[in-house]
């Protein structure tokens, strides 16, 4: 069994990941929280695993207790969106679709692309700007923000949580980074407020949902959760990301200022070459499985790695390039299947809206990738700071 090293890593994991994806399909590896589970890093096995709903469940339930099983919540928090099954997951999808579909995404997206002018016009063009600190992680709180909006003292809580949380983490008392999992109580403070306080958009449809006897109180605070916490690293981190790739080069500078279409493309490739969430949510093999040889027995767990997907020369001719036009990308750092992110189409919105209301501004803007430091862990990773230069 591989240490936790290879999941370690956060600079530069992709040495590690291409070394395993050639040597086999799967290998077992301990979790840096200690459990053991698979690491599944080819490209066709990753995609084909997403999408099996057969022989796999998200519900750690179905883990034999031996196996890492992700992060342990409490049972009011346990049935969030992506760690239930078929019809429940179904159900849950569709009473949070309204803000990513039809004029509700439309709605969010004006909200997040006046912020992002809004924030820009503030910047000082004198001196460097980390864009991480600026841009990333503000523009990420409107959009988590926008999506649920929330009661006033829930906002102002969740905003100060996210502060210490991920922009300026605390230590403990043994020195170690206080991890978003560490605040697990004052997350269920703000989901308490947010449950509880009438509220709009789509909280006021999931409190009347709740009332209606569509969801349970679990299930209710399970996607207030879902909604407030899950998202808002990965989002920081992707901001970072798009930021960071887009501007570092200047040969497609101009038609990524004055074409959605470019910078789609640019943000998918960015996604892939640092895919900010880099595993998926953990699987459990309901019965025995095959994987190209490797045998993963029922009850075990895989954590399918989109990051080495997302490199995999089987998959993507030079991989290790950022080619800001390339196209077709069928990456998968958003997922694939059913359990794929809901705000794929939104996503792709938001982080084209910060790099076209920077450039807009500031069209000669440089960063330089190589000061560039990262953070994060086994799950996910994203910039820690990205250093630009405006320029008009």
Known sequence: MLEQDVLDEVTNPFPGLAALQEQTPAVRVRTPDGPPAWLVTRYADVRDLLRDDTRLSVDPDHGAGEDYAGFELPPQLRPHLLAVDAAQHDRLRELISSPFTGTGL???VEVVEAEAHRLVAALAPDQPVDLVAELAFPLALTAVRAVLPLPDPAHQAFAEWAHD???APRRQEDGAEVRARDTLGRMAEIIQTATTVPGDGLLGELQAAYHHGRLSAHELAAQVFYLLFVPTEP?????????????????????????????????AEALRFDTPQGLAAPRFALVDLDIDGVRVRAGQTLLLSLAAANRDPRQFDDPDELVLTRSPNPHLALGRGDHACPATALSYQLLSSSVAALLSRYPSTTVVP?????RGNFRHRGPASVWADLKP
């Open 235 to 267: 989002l920081v981190d992707a901001f970072g990301v798009v930021l960071l790739r887009l501007l570092a080069g200047t040969r497609h500078r101009a038609v990524l200022r004055d074409s959605p279409a470019a910078r789609h493309v640019a943000v």
């Open 165 to 167: 949380a991920l922009l």
């Open 370 to 374: 190589e000061k560039t430091q990262w």
């Open 106 to 108: 439309h709605r969010t």
